[in-house]
């Protein structure tokens, strides 16, 4: 599979300020407005790990993991491949390291093509097996999502939403592919159907050593599936770290609130934290700190000056002026410091 | 009349309904009638040399304008000869030959050029497909008839092919809008995406991915396009710019007939009615069901349905329901309810829901769980009778503030629905007229409800938005909803359906469109509604921590059916049936998460169209037994505290019982 992977020091995949500006015309006003999808993003995904990136709907997650299958062009900065720069001359052959499995697994696959061919299909584009190999192939790749042979003559429509995405994530890896993007994946299933396609992502990287970016809006999932968590928020990562520091003790207030407002049996009666009102227009995003206006912990500085994101403490980057304080919250929330990394008042 | 109710043996009329079923059977009749037509047209046109009586050309100037039979004719000429004494009968069996001939392959030439710079203009956009597209405009800018009069009329000679290209070039602009505006849709969806993803050049995106998907649109346009082709080409040679002699079309022999009208009206009136019978049959057979975009049978409830009277099958009642009692502040009691979908007479029914109980008391929130296909939406849509017209209630009962709603007559259900229960949609934008401002539908709809001015309704309406956490209601108040984001429109709703202060609340979803911090906000004005109004709320969905924080009393569904219900605490927190327990370790909370994997369901639904002896869950249950696959479990409280319909507990829970 990946056996010839880049060396432990350079990441599979590097975005250095990725920038994604959409030109929209809202209503009958003439002038274009510019909405700042993705607005300077810096990424790195390492090989073999599993990195999630969650967000609100507008955040521009699903727009950056469409930019790394070139399904969107770049407006600014520059993605790395393996430690080469992306160009868009060699999309094709990128194409076939970088595959992705889409949210719908209804509209997704071509309702007139058998299971057979749609999974055939990656080969077949780039005249890699014909013939009996490829049919061998396809029923390999059939197994190895759980389906079985079996499931070759059928048609999307004779299928579960379940097994359709299987499907699509077997047509994803036909190609080998180096990194696996799973926009949403499991977003449209059914929570019991959810939990078999999250364990299969999870079996497939043990068996294949495969690196995903896993996109989602559900922080549970995103946490049950990834190594290390990016949150965004209006086109911006405003906190990166492992999985279990984000989801234990986050340590910026949109990560928190995040994390606050999923509901559960555990939440009855219990107070949130304040969250007002909804996401800003990212058409017009606030000056400063861009969560400033629906902060609890804002203070004047977030209002003037943009935060960036750094490294506070070794491993976790976090773009608040006061991630310790928000740090030491989410400690203290927890029913104790212990959790909280050594150096927070560093 | 007929509606959805007549699918069962004992329907009763009911007035008001779209007898779509009806419809759609009638239509495939008509469909028969139109393609048998076609068939007959064009069997006489290959046919017509050997059942043709005479050459068409063949003059008798001994003969001429012979009367056709019923008008004392001889049986030589069925329908008599014209002006040279040319047999009309044969003329007109040649016709159908060249009328057939130039119309099929002027379309067949039309849609052809259509589909192809209609693929192009829809997939490389941009300058290709202005140049295209404006071209279209232009040419349908220029009077056709005129122009083909011109070209026509320069000919020393008509032929059947220059016919044919004056009629079928132009034609190509019908297809080529229609099949652009398919392409641009398929161009953006998932699969063509994915083709791109995978390395598929345009040309295989094109050919392989989208013709297959817009190829179905084609035969409907091309079936209308045909008889207006049959129409152009007869009033072409009715005015003299047909085919010349010796080929003969129906509008050459109406052209022929027009001199000698008054003394002959046959030779005008025959082929005329060859052109009419032709465009009608075309016409019936645009109506083919295979020839439009199938509808779906599930979505979109929008109709009402009730049960037809006296359609109950007391038999197939779970022992359990008897048993249970209905204390004095149940506002709502549903027993047995089941809810069948069935798109045809012949197709199989779909058991959406197949017995549901459920007690909704005053000022309580009742949460109703389960995946899709679990019937809860459905539920929720039967008690407020808004079924889509392919349902039918089957069987139970809906007893609000003790009145039966199943039977209720349409127009005392619609004075219920909106004053006394609410609706809250998934879509909220999808609830409101985007045309229309906030305030204004505000207005009418407490208006619709309640007597009294439009100035007190406002003044209603700003306090019901500050309600629901709007900090400047008069600014809401003066937008239009397409102004409001998601979360602000479904607060909206909620204002909207509160300030009428219904007794009963149903929430489909409420929450599903939104984020999570939006749906935080949402989550707390249901709370406070109840709180303040003391308003019922029963709200569906399928996320089990949503129904956890808000609900006090839970119903977990499964496949049409209740499997566990209870209070939330007892039904969350211990679990009793296989289902819930399976369900609840789905989800990745932060316990499940810290206990280790996600253990998922293994399976799928059962078939919603199959009869299901025993328990729906049994095929994926890790706890099944024999008599699961043989006998529906009663739904029966337990000794934890909750009611269970598994037959892990039947036996211990009859013991109590007694």
């Known amino acids: 599979m990946t056996t010839t992977g880049p060396t432990s020091t350079t990441p599979l995949v590097e975005l250095h300020e990725v920038r994604k500006h959409y030109r929209v015309r809202s209503g009958l006003s003439r002038r274009p407005v510019i909405v700042q999808a993705v607005n300077g993003v810096d990424l790195a995904i390492d090989a073999g790990e599993i990195l999630g990136l969650v967000g609100e709907s507008g955040c521009g997650k699903s727009t950056l993991s469409r930019t790394l299958v070139q399904l969107e062009t770049l407006d600014a900065g520059e993605i790395r491949f393996k430690g080469e720069s992306i160009d868009v001359a060699r999309t094709d052959d990128l194409r076939r390291h970088i595959q992705i499995v ?245 | 009349m007929t509606g959805a109710a007549n699918v069962t043996m004992n329907s009763t009329p009911l007035p008001g309904r779209t007898p779509r079923v009806a419809s759609s059977m009638w239509r495939r009749r008509t469909a028969v009638v139109g393609l048998l037509g076609l068939a007959f047209i064009v069997m006489v046109a290959i046919a017509a040399s050997w059942i043709a009586p005479h050459p068409p050309g063949q003059t008798d100037l001994s003969n001429v304008l012979a009367p056709p039979v019923w008008a004392g004719g001889d049986a030589a000429n069925l329908l008599g000869t014209d002006g040279l004494g040319r047999d009309v009968l044969s003329r007109v069996i040649y016709g159908a030959r060249s009328s057939v001939l130039i119309s099929a392959s002027a379309m067949l030439i039309g849609g052809t050029l259509g589909l192809i710079t209609g693929l192009i203009a829809g997939f490389f956009g941009g300058i290709v497909d202005t140049v295209i597209m404006r071209l279209g405009d232009i040419q349908l800018a220029l009077p056709f008839i005129l122009i083909a009069i011109v070209i026509l009329g320069m000919l020393p000679e008509r032929r059947p092919h220059h016919l044919i290209l004056v009629l079928g070039v132009p034609a190509w602009i019908v297809y080529a809008r229609v099949v652009r505006s398919r392409v641009l849709t398929e161009r953006e969806s998932d699969y063509v995406q994915a083709a791109t993803t995978l390395g598929a050049s345009g040309f295989r995106r094109i050919f392989r991915y989208i013709l297959p998907q817009v190829w179905g649109v084609l035969p409907a346009i091309a079936l209308v396009d045909l008889s207006n082709l049959v129409v152009m080409e007869s009033t072409l040679s009715f005015l003299g710019f047909g085919l010349s002699a010796p080929d003969v079309s129906w509008g050459q022999i109406l052209a022929d007939g027009r001199g000698s009208m008054a003394m002959a009206p046959w030779l005008s009136i025959i082929p005329g009615l060859a052109i009419m019978f032709t465009v009608l049959s075309i016409n019936l057979a645009v109506e083919s069901p295979g020839l439009e975009t199938r509808r779906r049978l599930w979505r979109l409830p929008s109709r009402r349905a009730t049960r037809p009277a006296g359609d109950t099958h007391p038999s197939m009642k779970p022992a359990g329901s008897a048993a249970l009692e209905q204390p004095e502040d149940v506002l709502l009691s549903v027993r047995d309810l089941a809810v069948d979908f069935q798109a045809h007479r012949d197709s199989p029914a779909v058991h959406a829901v197949r017995g549901v109980d459920l007690d909704v008391r005053r000022g309580q929130i009742v949460g109703i769980v389960g995946e899709s296909g679990s019937g809860k939406s459905v539920t929720a849509y039967a008690i407020s009778r808004l079924l889509a017209p392919t349902a039918r209630i089957a069987r139970g009962s809906v007893h609000f503030d003790g009145t039966e709603l199943t039977e209720m007559p349409e127009r005392r259900m619609r004075r219920i629905r909106g004053r006394r229960i609410g609706m809250i949609f ?58 409001l984001s998601g979360g602000q429109n479904q607060r909206v709703m909620i204002a909207m359906t509160m300030v009428v202060e219904p007794e009963l609340l149903l929430a489909d979803e409420p929450t599903t469109a939104l984020d999570v911090t939006t749906q935080a906000q949402v989550l707390d004005q249901l709370r406070r509604v109840r709180d303040e109004h003391g308003v019922s709320v029963v709200i569906i969905s399928h996320d089990i921590g949503l129904i956890g924080e808000i609900a006090d009393e839970v119903v977990v569904m499964y496949a049409g059916r209740v499997c566990e219900s209870g209070p939330a605490e007892q039904v969350l927190l211990d679990p009793q049936h296989p289902y819930t327990k399976a369900l609840l370790s789905s989800v990745p909370t932060p316990e499940v998460i810290a206990a280790g994997n996600l253990e998922g369901i293994p399976g799928d639904l059962p078939d919603a169209s199959a009869i299901i002896p025993g328990c729906p869950f049994a095929a994926r249950c890790p706890a099944v037994m024999d008599v699961c696959h043989i006998a529906v479990p009663a739904l029966l409280p337990v000794p934890a505290g909750q009611t269970v319909a598994c037959h892990l507990y039947t036996t211990e829970a009859e013991v109590l019982q007694r």
Not at chain 1, 158 to 167: H, I, K, T, Y
């Open chain 2, 426 to 483: 998934q879509n909220p934008t999808g609830s409101l007229n985007p045309v229309l401002t906030v305030g204004f539908q505000m207005v009418e709809a407490i208006r619709s409800n309640r007597p009294m001015g439009r100035k007190q309704a406002r003044a209603l309406a700003a306090d019901a938005l500050r309600d629901v956490g709007f900090g400047n209601p008069e600014d809401v108040l003066r937008r239009h909803p397409f102004r």
């Open chain 1, 102 to 346: 889409f949210q719908d697994p209804y509209s997704s696959l071509p309702a007139h093509m058998s299971v057979r061919q749609i999974i055939a299909e990656p080969l077949l584009i780039h005249r890699l097996l014909r013939g009996a190999e490829l049919d061998q192939k396809v029923d390999d790749l059939l197994v190895n999502v759980g389906l079985g042979p079996d499931f070759a003559a059928r048609k999307p429509g004779q299928l579960s939403g379940g097994q359709r995405q299987r499907v699509g994530i077997a047509r994803a890896l036909a190609l080998d592919p180096d990194l696996l993007i799973a926009d949403e994946a499991v977003s449209a299933l059914d929570v019991s159907v959810q939990a078999q396609i999250l364990n299969l992502l999870r079996r497939l990287k043990r068996d294949l050593g495969l690196t995903m970016l896993f996109v989602s809006h559900d922080i549970g999932v995103v946490r049950y599936i990834s190594d290390r968590i990016a949150v965004m928020y209006l086109g911006e990562i405003v906190e990166l770290a492992s999985a279990a520091d984000v989801y234990e003790t986050p340590a910026h207030p949109y990560t928190r609130a995040l994390m606050d407002a999923v509901p559960s049996i555990e939440h009855r009666g219990r107070p949130r934290i304040e969250v007002r009102g909804d996401p800003p227009d990212p058409k017009d995003p606030p000056s400063g700190c861009r969560f400033h206006p629906r902060c609890p912990m804002a203070q004047d500085v977030c209002r003037t000056e943009k935060p960036a994101l750094r490294e506070w403490w070794p491993g976790r980057q976090v773009a608040c002026h006061f991630a310790d304080e928000c740090l030491a919250k989410s400690g203290a929330a927890l029913g104790g410091s212990d959790r909280v990394p050594d150096g927070v008042h560093s």
